[in-house]
């Protein structure tokens, strides 16, 4: 069941199964992905959101859903007053939205914090007005490092230092490490460390393989690499995140 929506909007987590039945309501709706992946149709347009892109459901829009195995989503209802008359127009004409750094921030601050796949009142008013401040923020000229991610998104457990990544986007290494500070505020290989992580954290929710072989996979020298890294991240170790998340 849907949580009420408050004067600065409301956050759910939400699982979805196969041929969820069309339907509409009268306020805004967003979906971003925190694990696995669906298929939405907004209006008789269709796409995949997932953790990179989310889909924007404007006041009174048809629109069905389908899941398949694991996946949770964080999702956003708020009125139009939230957002704006100008970007609520803007948003329907785009309708499925590459996730700023920003929003996927607040996105695992927001999964972390929450027992099970309740949002405490506490962080939805935290995090809430911050999302939608985030998400109706206009966007900038397309990324010159667009390529170059897409690239080590595609194959995060090769190595990936920062000449390597200079190289393949055409920039110097010192206008890598400008242009990723002024995008992602962080370094390269601060965004590279987060992706292998994000990467292990779906796959230990979503799949059976061991965990030595996901380390390898994301690019971590072995197991114990991999376990200090999520453990600084969560406070887990892989195989308690697994436990966890495959336990809801």
Known sequence: MSSPILPQGALSLRRYGADGAPHRHDHVQVVIGVHGQIELEVEGRGGRVDNGLAAFIAPGSDHAQSGDGHNQFLVLDCTLADMGDDAVERLRRQTFLPV????????????????ADGVPDTITRHCAPLLIDALVAERRPASRLAPLLRRIEAAPGEAWPAARMAVEAGLSVSRLHAVFRAEHDRTPQAWLSDLRLRAVQEALAGSTTPI???????????????TRALRRATGLTPAAYRKLHQGR
């Open 212 to 226: 030595a072989q996901l380390a390898l996979d994301a690019g971590y020298s072995d197991q114990t690499a991999l």
């Open 100 to 115: 700023p750094a920003a929003v996927r921030r607040l996105v695992e601050f927001v999964q972390l914090a929450s027992p």
